[in-house]
C-alpha cells in the first residue's frame, strides 16, 4: 500500500502563488509516476502535471504550462506543485496520485486532496 498526503491547500486572490505538496508513505517503489490531478465542483476529475519518480521527466496538461511546476524529492518522499499566477478556474481540490499510467484511471493511489480557491 502507498499512503499519499497533501497540504498546502488555501484561498488566495487571482494572480498569487501557492504551493503544494503530498508526502508519500508506505510501500517503497522505484518506478513509477507522481501525479497532480484537480477536480472542480460539477466537473470530472482532470490530469495537471506528472513526474517520473525514477527519473524526474515532466509531463504538463496545456492549461498549466509556464504557470506550474511539479518536483519531487526522493529522499523526503515528496512531490510539490509549485503553482504561479493563479486564475479563478483553478479553483479546484487538488489531488496527489500514484501510479503506471498518465490519466486518471493510470493511478492506483490516491490522496484524499486539498482545496484550492482563486478568487478575482
Known amino acids: 500500500q502507498v499512503q499519499l498526503v497533501e497540504s498546502g491547500g488555501g484561498s488566495v486572490q487571482a494572480g498569487g502563488s501557492l504551493r503544494l505538496s503530498c508526502v508519500v508513505s508506505?510501500?517503497?517503489?522505484?518506478?513509477?509516476?507522481m501525479g497532480w490531478f484537480r477536480q472542480a465542483p460539477g466537473k470530472e476529475r482532470e490530469f495537471v502535471a506528472t513526474?517520473?519518480?525514477?527519473?524526474?521527466?515532466?509531463y504538463y496538461e496545456d492549461f498549466v504550462k509556464g504557470r506550474f511546476t511539479i518536483s519531487r524529492d526522493k529522499a523526503r518522499n515528496t512531490v510539490d506543485l509549485e503553482m504561479n499566477s493563479l486564475k479563478p478556474e483553478d479553483t479546484a481540490v487538488y489531488y496527489c496520485?500514484?501510479?503506471?499510467?498518465?490519466?486518471?484511471?493510470?493511478?492506483?493511489?490516491w490522496g484524499k486532496g486539498t482545496l484550492v480557491t482563486v478568487s478575482s
Open positions: 496520485a500514484f501510479g503506471r499510467v498518465r490519466s486518471v484511471d493510470g493511478m492506483d493511489y
Open positions: 508506505g510501500r517503497t517503489f522505484s518506478f513509477g509516476l
Open positions: 513526474i517520473g519518480w525514477n527519473n524526474g521527466m515532466t
